[in-house]
């Protein structure tokens, strides 16, 4: 079992920047691809950004040049810097992982660990 906390959501202006921290337990993570989804009020649950167990990155069009996910497997984290942020991105955060290659990694369903969300908020 992988148990995922994430950290990090609050309050921003437009503009600003968040970092989300995903913090693992139970198992390395090093081993697992993770990623980061979000959900805003009355919508489904989205791709944002995933890093695979080797390192390679994944992003939905609307973040890129503005997110980055890491990794740091000595600490056991994903991260996502979010910069430039937009009202649009206002949402719950959810890191998610799956043992070895996600495969179509912005697909929710394979993945088998969930974090239980945070909050971003972004003001305009």
């Known amino acids: 079992q992988v148990h995922l906390v994430e950290s990090g959501g609050g309050l921003v202006q437009a503009g600003g920047s968040l970092r989300l921290s995903c913090a693992a337990s139970g198992r390395a993570i090093s081993s697992y691809s993770l990623g980061w989804f979000r959900q805003a009020p009355g919508t489904e649950r989205e791709f944002v950004a995933a890093i695979s167990w080797s390192g390679t990155t994944y992003y939905t069009d609307s973040v890129k040049g503005r997110f980055t996910i890491s990794r740091d497997n000595t600490k056991n984290t994903v991260y996502l810097q979010m910069r430039s942020l937009k009202s649009e991105d206002t949402a719950v955060y959810y890191c998610?992982?799956?043992?070895?290659?996600?495969?179509?990694?912005?697909?929710?369903?394979?993945?088998?660990?969930w974090g239980q969300g945070t909050q971003v908020t972004v003001s305009s």
């Open positions: 998610a992982a799956v043992q070895y290659g996600c495969g179509r990694c912005s697909y929710d369903g394979q993945y088998n660990y």
